[in-house]
């Protein structure tokens, strides 16, 4: 009987092991990422982890050893950094998404004011973190640009990453904030209330690359899916600027 039971286990197809892939994304990847990942686990088998930040903190936490198989940087100034430790798999790294800035606001806010002051009457300005977060940087570029940051700085609330920036608009702990395009898209509980010009700031740029010690054949896999026309349809449904 016993010979019988180890020929019986021995003929038996051995379970296909599921691969991990993680991907360090910036915060405001989360209503997309959210969306994809789950197509992609359903179609290869594979699970994937994802952790959410803003670009900056994500950068520095792979720098200092933090395991990560894919990273998808806000800016190409996080990516630059985390490429000259020789963390990034030469050739994988790819521009990969665009975006934009907005002005948001409660539902029943009004138009965003020129000057912003006005329109703020002494209550705060959402933000990310505007010496380190993509967002942040990015939207000081555009106020100064309009020649209005030093007027705005003092009523700026600063928070650590878009998201939760956007949060301090959707829970009424400011009145206005400024976040991506996409982020608006994704909180029901805000409008726009005024967009900013692609030309006040830097090109909005998302890259994407494989970290050295990544799990190859799963990661290059999930890589090339997100770079494909199914995972490309929902980034521009969440506003996110696709290139051709």
Known sequence: MLRIL???????PLPVMA????VFAAASMKTALDEITPKWEAESGDDITVSYAGSSVLAKQIIAGAPADIFISASTEWMDAVEEEGLVIPGSRK???GNSLVFVGSPDAAPMAPDVLSSLNGG????????????????????????????????????DNVRSALALVATGEAPYGVVYATDA????????????SDTAHDPIIYPIALIDGADEKAATG?????QGDEAATIFKSQGFKVPD
């Open 185 to 196: 898209i994704a909180e029901p509980r805000v409008k726009v209330v005024g967009t900013i």
């Open 95 to 97: 521009d990969f998404l």
């Open 19 to 22: 691969d991990n892939v993680t």
């Open 222 to 226: 999930f890589l090339a899916y997100l």
């Open 124 to 159: 705060k300005l959402a933000m990310a973190f505007v010496d380190s977060v993509p967002a942040g940087i990015y939207g000081k570029q555009a106020l100064t640009s309009l020649g209005i940051w030093n007027g705005v700085a003092p009523q700026v609330a600063q928070a």
């Open 6 to 12: 180890l020929t019986v286990f021995m003929l038996s």
